[in-house]
């Protein structure tokens, strides 16, 4: 396995847990800019002489905004007009564009505006203070008598000004300043404040260029035949009937199966269906899903490993009430609208790479150690993503180690464009585990919480990847978090967790572990507040330290943005849930109907504190789009495996996404906040299914501990 | 190899008697049964094994859109009449059926096509009705869009929609027997006084 | 030997009769705008005009589009699907984008017919578009946007 390069003072950290320290990549841009070029202070802002300002964007654009959020980070430090700025994908380069966060270059774990606030803003602080010496140099001002505003330079006493481009090429020649002053918040003029995203237009005209979009010179399609059965291999192929197929150059054996070339897709995919491979079945998993749950569902049943314990259990002997309840969630398809896809081209000893890396840290590398390459001689270009959700950050570099494989099987330098169909990605694995919670809580005779037990069994995530130094021995957080670190007090506690052994290939699926512990958690904890006879928002409020103003905050604003009255209301009921992640707090109530017999949301309030509100345009997106993303997963998916283990579904219309008519109204409201900002891509998702399901038992009496609740209505 | 046993069958087929093609009888079967009331009721009965096939109930829904696939599931993406029995405006049924079948590329499978594709209208819906209300159904020109018994007998023996029962495409099971012999139960089925089951 | 118009050009294709639409727009006519996302009918993100209607290119096959004028993405012109992009620009509606071809042209389509259309109305013509963002509250928002404009 390649080794990923990590910066000079980073470390591989979990989640959004450290920050590191700044690690500017001043310098590079200064001596290198010949007269005539950009003024590029430094690895992320480049400005033209046209006084167009562009941001290198070291996170991926999928859809979660990084291109206008860190644009707006050096433009508010810049003082530059939002008219002027312009966004790029910053290709792969673990020194310079390394996530903060985790010190390898990768999006995830809601962090790009979290790691880029300070790093973002002081590379736009920067190349402000440059082009203002620059303007008191040429004009023969102090420096301090000079301001800046909405990109235009000027000073008022000699009444001259002028704007970036103009002043580009002498501050271009100046030293960087080293720790430049940042703005006090009370100054920010575009944090907080709404503006149209970069991305829109391109996006909105058919002209934003993706993956699928790019074609290369020659270039050959290919798709790969891959097992039907996790863990089956190629036994041997008959490849006569595909090269029959017009257009079809070539096919190969490669590690992950079969590669087809075309000189087009629908040849690519014509040969494809004519080739014949022999599958050795021989390590393949047979089970189906059901033998699979019952297996987790014992070893839920032992306890597991204790990761987190407070006080003592036995509490629950003497509890007046004990409730208990087994959980299961199936595989879930991550389905991001483009599916996988890579160009890559050999030439000259070198290899150049145009795809939505998400973790070039580890896919370039990767690639490198494939084709026997120098790493500065890959070259990725991080593309738009057509969606993501987390597919697209492999912790194994799947999908550029099949591309590399393919260029490298072709046996000569040459254009490929892998593709995915969507059968390939609904039946190739890498999905959210499936899981069981097993829980157990006891009520005293006055309805108080006494204990709290729940054991989860799952796959670890990263367990078998290059990021499980991460887990440096330990149990693996990312399956279980959101299980434990609660902010509700229940006397004693314990979270058990059993890892799972099984072929079926996992990865974190966007909300990662809170995409199930905060359905068992907080819908358990529904349970247990009904029968204490309490209400669920007051019940939750209840059981919050004294401290726990945050969580205190977006509970009480969600209740008054829906008119929280009680759980059921004429023919509808309503629901709560909240979960912290990725150091975010939401809370979401959901207000559901009874289409016979099958539910239907008909409204989601959400109240999110995030830190200070970066895009609260861009914020207010993300839980809209969050909270359609988890219902139409609770409504309706899941990946299942016939008795014999192969995957009983193949394209939307058995795993169906959810559409237009089953989208409810939703209201977002952020909490004003001076924090540092915090993650928006993925929080929104996780409280919307408790809080549906609450809202369901609530109105119907029916508990819902097995997801997706099937049936669905659409009108 | 294939050619060969594909003739087989052909043959077969062709030397077989007409009350025993592929699940559907022919009026011969019936040509015992004295009662003609009795007979005619029986002879609609066999018609009904191709009217309540999922080929022709898909698109006979009674409330709502149509459903697809042998087991009648609700059709995806979700489809509504519309004011024309053609879809929705914006998404016509010809947004995406086309006028023949078409095989999907990237798996098994079809969408399934003929130059006119649509939704009976809501007064010829059957879904969810007995036989018997499917029959009273047929014969009333206020329901049937006006038909004389003729030319219901025209309607089932010639029109080239009802005829895509019988070639639905890859991944459809065809409706039984043939248009062919739909028609001459059809026509039976008139000529005994189109009597209808109880 | 096919032919037919595609945003006001003339074509004349020697290919495999059974390619379906979209890949001879993307890989021959390199008109990238319209997307491929199932295949099968079922998201929409192939979505182009056919002799004025929508249609999806993924199940058409060249063959049948013989003496058909198309209109992908990059060829609409006319006030519906000026007034449609001015309104998705305006609410920012598109997330990673992938999709949005196929609504703005879904939503044309509906605005060509129905100038001022209810929520139903957009439920019911918006359904066969999948968004895997679920950006739906704005998709609906925006084409009430633009059915206001072009009433205004």
């Not at chain 1, 036995?314 to 599916?339: I, K, N, T």
């Not at chain 2, 998404?91 to 009976?120: D, K, Q, R, Y």
């Not at chain 3, 998705?88 to 999709?99: T, Y």
Request: some cysteine; aromatic content about 6%; overall charge negative.
């Amino acid at each position: 396995m390649a080794r990923i390069q990590t910066t000079r003072r980073g470390v591989l950290a979990g989640g959004a847990g450290l920050l590191l320290g700044l690690t500017l990549p001043f310098g590079r841009g200064m001596a290198q800019q010949a007269a005539t070029g950009p003024f590029a202070p430094n690895a992320f802002v480049r400005i033209g002489t046209d006084d167009v300002v562009t941001v290198m964007i070291k996170h991926i654009e999928m859809g979660q905004g990084p291109y206008t959020g860190l644009a707006t980070l050096v433009a508010e430090e810049l003082d530059a007009d939002w008219s002027q700025m312009r966004a790029e994908g910053a290709p792969a380069d673990g020194q310079a564009y390394a996530n903060l966060a985790m010190g390898v270059q990768l999006t995830g774990g809601s962090t790009a505006i979290a790691n880029s606030f300070m790093q973002m803003r002081k590379a736009g602080a920067a190349a402000r203070a440059m082009l203002v010496a620059a303007a008191a140099e040429e004009w023969g001002v102090p420096a301090a008598e000079i301001t800046v505003k909405a990109g235009v330079v000027a000073h008022e006493g000699t009444g001259r000004s002028s704007g970036f481009g103009a002043l580009s090429q002498a501050a271009s020649r100046l030293p960087v300043p080293e720790d430049p002053p940042v703005k006090a918040a009370e100054d920010f003029v575009l944090i907080g404040t709404d503006r149209p995203k970069l991305d829109t237009v391109a996006k909105s005209n058919g002209s934003a260029q993706f993956t699928m979009d790019v074609y290369r010179d020659n270039m050959l399609t290919v798709l790969v035949a891959h097992p039907p059965k996790f863990g089956a291999t190629v036994a041997g192929f008959d490849d006569g009937d595909a090269l029959a197929v017009p257009g079809v150059e070539m096919v190969r054996q490669i590690p992950s199966g079969v590669a087809v070339y075309a000189t087009n897709t629908f040849a690519a995919m014509k040969g494809r269906n004519a080739l014949k491979v022999d599958w050795d079945m021989t390590g393949a998993e047979t089970r189906s899903t059901a033998q699979m749950f019952d297996s987790y569902s014992a070893a839920a049943a032992e306890g597991g490993q204790t990761v987190e314990e407070t006080g003592d259990l036995s509490a629950l002997d003497g509890a007046a009430q004990v409730l208990e309840a087994e959980y299961r969630f199936p595989f879930l398809a991550h389905a991001p609208m483009e599916p996988l896809d890579a160009v890559i081209e050999l030439g000259g000893e070198r290899a150049e790479m145009w795809f939505g890396s998400q973790f070039p840290g580890l896919d370039q590398p990767t690639v490198a150690e494939i084709l026997g390459l120098p790493q500065d001689d890959v070259k990725i270009n991080v593309l738009l993503a057509g969606g993501s959700f987390g597919r697209r950050a492999q912790g194994t570099a799947h999908l550029a180690a099949e591309a590399a494989e393919v260029a490298k099987a072709a046996g000569r330098d040459g254009a490929f464009k892998l593709v995915w169909t969507r059968e390939d990605d609904v039946k190739g694995g890498h999905y959210r585990p499936m899981t069981v919670h097993r829980l157990r809580a006891g009520l005293d005779a006055d309805g108080n919480i006494v204990g709290w037990e729940n054991v989860v069994a799952n796959q670890s995530i990263l367990r078998g990847t290059a990021m499980e130094m991460m887990l440096q021995g330990g149990p693996d957080a990312t399956s279980y978090e959101g299980s434990t670190n609660l902010p509700y007090q229940f006397g004693a506690s314990r979270i058990g967790w059993a890892e799972m052994e099984n072929p079926v290939s996992v990865l974190w699926w966007r909300s990662v572990g809170h995409t199930h512990t905060a359905y068992a958690v907080e819908t358990f904890l529904d349970e247990l507040l009904a029968a204490a006879g309490k209400d669920p928002v007051q019940g939750r409020l209840d059981l919050l330290p004294g401290d726990a103003a945050r969580e205190r905050g977006v509970i009480e604003k969600v209740a008054e943005m829906s008119g929280w009255s009680g759980s059921v209301r004429g023919d509808k009921g309503y629901g709560v849930a909240y979960t912290k992640s990725f150091n975010t707090y939401v809370a979401e109530v959901v207000e559901i109907e009874d289409r016979g017999g099958s539910p239907h949301v008909t409204r989601v309030w959400c109240a999110v504190d995030c830190g200070i509100a970066v895009n609260p345009n861009v914020i207010r997106a993300q839980m809209e789009g969050g909270i359609g993303y988890a219902l139409g997963t609770a409504l309706h998916d899941r990946i299942s495996f016939s008795p014999g283990g192969e995957v009983e579904q193949s394209n939307f219309d058995d795993y169906p996404m959810l559409r237009i008519s089953e989208m409810p109204q939703v209201e977002v409201e952020i909490i004003q906040s001076d924090a540092d900002p915090t993650g928006v891509g993925e929080p929104g998702v996780p409280p919307l299914a408790p809080a549906m399901a609450n809202a369901w038992r609530a109105l119907t009496g029916n508990r819902q501990y097995e997801l997706p609740f099937g049936g669905g209505s659409v009108a | 190899m294939m050619a060969r046993a594909w003739l087989a069958g052909a043959l077969l087929l062709w030397a077989a008697p007409i009350h025993a093609q592929e699940g559907l009888s022919g009026p011969d079967a019936f040509s015992d049964i004295a009662d003609e009331q009795t007979r005619s009721a029986a002879l609609f009965e066999e018609m009904g094994k191709v009217l309540t096939h999922p080929r022709c109930l898909n698109c006979h829904p009674v409330t709502g859109g149509p459903t697809q696939g042998d087991d009648m599931q609700p059709h995806s993406p979700p489809v509504f009449r519309g004011e024309a029995d053609f879809g929705a405006v914006g998404m016509n049924c010809s947004t995406c059926h086309s006028a023949e079948n078409v095989e999907f590329v990237t798996e098994a499978g079809s969408i399934p096509g003929h130059e006119i594709w649509m939704l009976a209208p809501v007064s010829m819906g059957w879904q969810g009705l007995s036989l018997g209300e499917i029959c009273a159904q047929i014969k009333d020109p206020a329901r049937n869009g006006g038909k004389t018994l003729e030319e219901i007998h025209e309607h089932h023996a010639e029109d080239g929609l009802v005829g895509w029962g019988w070639h639905p495409g890859e991944g459809r099971e065809p409706a039984p027997g043939s248009q062919e012999m739909f028609g001459q139960l059809t026509r039976a089925w008139i000529d005994t006084g189109a009597a209808c089951p109880g | 030997m096919t032919t037919f118009r595609v945003n006001g050009q003339d074509h004349d294709l020697d290919i495999d009769p059974d390619t379906p639409l979209l890949w001879v727009l993307r890989d021959e006519l390199r008109l990238t705008g319209t997307k491929f996302g199932c295949g099968i009918a079922q998201c929409g993100a192939c979505t182009v005009m056919m002799n004025g209607m929508p249609r999806r290119a993924c199940v058409t096959p060249i063959s049948m589009v013989e003496g058909s004028e198309i209109t992908t993405i990059e060829g609409m012109d006319g006030p519906e699907i000026s007034a449609v992009q001015a309104a998705w620009e305006a609410i920012d509606v598109p997330q990673c984008g992938w999709c949005q071809s196929g609504q703005v042209m879904s939503a044309t389509a509906l605005l060509q017919q129905i100038p001022n259309p209810t929520d139903e109305e957009i439920n019911h013509a918006m359904a066969g578009n999948v968004c895997r963002c679920a950006t739906y509250v704005r998709i609906r928002q925006a084409i009430h946007d633009a059915a206001a404009t072009l009433e205004g």
